[in-house]
């Protein structure tokens, strides 16, 4: 056995361990409650808790924590030690069954849109047992999920779950038309690629903005960037290879799948690829890998960079979100099949994705909305920010031939009446991908590449169930009820073809015509988060998540009014970084530099005074005019600032920051980037892109 084979796993209290370490009945009970999302019977918890402690201490655990992922999309955790006193002043080993299902968690220090107020401070953490307990840094991590005392949903993955039962019930519904009764539960499976940025800490720790924004707010694009295609696949360079050599090892300690490792577009910027799994184990893992990213950074001097546009210029990073359906006995609904009934069942599973997409734009952008992300959309293999599917030739043309009665020309040639005749076996890969597209069909999969690499799956994940789970429960509503079960499915089909094909675009996103063309489709077009967030509240949107409980109208408002906040105080927090970076570094030390340029040419004059010595004249006079437009940038940025309307509504704060700082911050920006490219090296107050990019 492989030291991989032994270590995989090591930490986490999995299905092996714990058939290992529970009563047979135990085990048994256990399961069934994790397979049919029942209540767990408190005695079972309290056997489960007990083995789980037993087996956590022996494991070096001192302490455990209901870990949970509130609304800010990172991970919180309180810790707790495994001790109870005894008489004669000592103590004992001890977790309750009531302590591993249910903890208590500050509901008003979190994030919470207005659910929670600063004296309702009550929310509870209730474990999540499809999702393993694990042990990190000598602590007991139990997944769970965070709610108010009140019940409302204060955290991601509570409404994920929610949504995995929505579709679930729906899918299972449509299923049962097509003679699958076998199947009791269909699950949505996700393999998220995780992109991401290296650079030296040393320098890292150089540049502020960098430590207070996650980004570069200043630097001009270095004389090499990305334009020659090298760094993508090419030879991992050691320190970046024992980097990811050590994450490996810690993830799979974890049980994370993490499977492909490889250099991304740009330089200093790499990518990891897990294996897929369901959904909010996908999302566990998705936390834990970055997180766990840089914390192994740290130990090999480096700094793990998750902003989604670190670089201004090169590739932003993205999290690419493959999603499917998979039945409980291990059939994916988006595998195209080679019988009559499987290729029609795969129609209609399609059909209910390319519906949801089409009617749900607008909620699909604000799943990925974010300041960060606003940055990336739109450029540089990111997508734009209008949503469109990707089919492939092969299926549009599938689609096409159905909704127009004419016969398939492709592979076969065969009458398109389904579940008459025999449709075409669909091959698997037909057709080229399209790195363009937000939204793609890649033979089993859908693949949502808008995502941030910062964000949490969980947001863009219950949409995409949620909307889903509304096409499959419209679908089912009609077809329950037909009397030609084929001939009403056939005319579902074609109708929702003909219905949403504008949202199909195989073509090449990025053109300038594209934009025309999706206006003339009619196409949503939501270009900031400012734009998208409202929609949370659409009396459409409203509707939709409260028919399927997924959200309810106080959750939603939650939602759309923490992302605008973060949005404004994020953009804020760069704003005042920017300030502080021209006035107290670039400023000075350019005034300096001109300084000696000056100087320089008076000697040089003194030495020779019928010579012009136009260069160091010339230098320090575009010199002193650069850091006049500096200083008008400084005083323009300032007065924007001071300007911020204070509302109750976080819609007018973000509003601003969007249509007068961010507008200033360019210009500031712009402004000292001109600078940087005309002063020494030597003067310059802090790393360049060149040395960012270029120094690991």
């Given amino acids: 056995m492989s030291s991989m084979d032994q270590t995989f796993g090591i930490n ?76 004669g002043g000592r103590v004992i080993s001890e977790f309750s069954g009531k302590e591993l299902v249910r903890g208590e968690a500050d509901a008003s220090s979190l994030p919470s849109g207005g659910l929670r107020s600063t ?51 729906q899918a299972v519904r449509v299923l ?6 076998d199947c009791t539960r269909v699950v949505p499976s996700v393999g998220p690629e995780q992109e991401y940025f290296l650079v030296d800490k040393a320098l890292y720790d150089r540049r502020s903005d960098l430590i207070f924004a996650g980004r570069t707010l200043f630097g001009a694009y270095p004389p090499k960037g990305q334009e020659l295609g090298d760094h993508f696949f090419g030879t991992i360079k050691p320190r970046v290879q024992a980097f990811m050599t050590e994450l490996n090892e810690e993830l799979w300690k ?16 790499h990518e990891m690829a897990p294996i897929y799994s369901v959904v909010n184990v996908a999302c566990d893992h998705n936390q834990l890998t970055m997180e766990i990213m840089k914390k192994v950074a740290g130990r090999h001097g480096l700094m793990c960079l998750l902003n989604e546009k670190p670089f201004e210029g090169v590739n932003g990073s993205g999290k690419h979100n493959n999603w499917s359906l998979t039945t409980n006995t291990g059939y994916n609904l988006l595998e195209p099949g080679d019988s009559p009934y499987e290729s029609a069942q795969f129609l209609l599973f399609l059909m209910s994705v390319i519906k949801a997409v089409d009617e749900h734009q607008d909620m699909l952008r604000a799943s990925v909305a974010s300041a960060g992300n606003d940055h990336r959309l739109g450029g540089f293999e990111a997508p734009p920010a209008i949503i469109s599917i990707f089919l492939g030739d092969e299926l549009t043309e599938i689609l096409e031939a159905l909704e127009s009665g004419a016969s398939y020309n492709g592979r076969e040639k065969t ?46 994940n219950v949409v995409l169930n949620t909307i889903v789970a509304e096409s499959l429960r419209q679908f089912a509503d009609e077809l329950e009820g037909a009397d030609r079960f084929q001939e009403a499915l056939h005319d579902l089909i074609v109708r929702n073809i003909r219905e949403h094909k504008r949202i199909i675009f195989n073509g090449n996103n990025y053109a ?20 998208a967030l409202p929609c949370y509240t659409s009396e459409k949107n409203i509707r939709l998540f409260s028919t399927h409980r997924v959200l309810s109208e106080s959750e939603l408002k939650s939602r759309r009014d923490i992302g605008l906040d973060s949005y404004a105080k994020m953009t804020g927090i760069e704003a005042k970084t920017m300030l502080m970076m021209a006035r107290r570094e670039i400023l000075p030390a350019v ?24 260069a160091a004249a010339a230098l320090a006079a575009k010199l002193s005019c650069g850091c006049d437009r500096l200083h008008k940038g400084i005083e323009a940025l300032e007065s924007a600032m001071s300007g911020i309307p204070r509302s109750p509504d976080p819609l007018t704060e973000a509003g601003y920051m969007k249509n007068v700082v961010l507008p200033a911050m360019q210009e500031l920006r712009s402004a000292a980037d001109d600078l940087e490219r005309i002063t020494d090296r030597k003067a310059w107050p802090f790393p360049t892109y060149d040395e960012l990019l270029f120094n690991v």
């Fill in 12 to 87: 986490v209290f999995n299905d092996f361990v714990m058939r290992e370490r529970l009563p047979r009945e135990t085990y048994r009970t256990l399961h069934k409650t994790i397979d049919d999302g029942r209540r767990l019977d408190p005695q079972v918890a309290s056997v489960v808790a007990n083995a789980m402690k037993d087996w956590a201490i022996e494991r070096g655990a001192t302490h455990y924590t209901h870990w949970f992922q509130p609304l800010n999309s990172v991970t919180a955790e309180k810790h707790d030690a495994f001790i109870a006193p005894v008489p």
């Fill in 119 to 169: 004296f309702e401070a009550r929310g509870y953490t209730a474990w999540d047992p499809t999702s393993y307990a694990f042990i990190k840094d000598q602590t007991l991590c139990i997944p769970t999920a965070y709610c108010s005392y009140s019940g409302e949903a204060l955290d991601k993955k509570t409404p994920l779950l929610r949504s995995m039962e929505a579709v679930s019930r």
């Fill in 176 to 181: 049962k038309l097509f003679g699958r009764d």
């Fill in 254 to 269: 974890l049980g994370v799948l993490a499977k492909t490792e490889h250099n991304e577009t740009a330089p200093a910027q």
């Fill in 415 to 460: 009458d398109m009446a389904i579940g008459v005749h025999m449709l075409p076996k669909f091959p698997r890969d037909t057709t080229d991908r399209n790195r363009t597209s937000p939204f793609a069909f890649t033979g089993n999969k859908f693949e949502f590449r808008m995502l941030g690499s910062s964000a949490s799956i969980s947001t863009a």
């Fill in 512 to 531: 300038e015509d594209w934009l025309a063309e999706a206006e003339r489709r009619g196409l949503t077009r939501l270009d900031t988060t400012v734009d």
């Fill in 591 to 614: 005034l300096r530099y001109a300084g000696d340029m000056a100087e320089a040419a008076n000697r040089l004059r003194s030495f020779n005074p019928e010579q012009p010595h136009t």
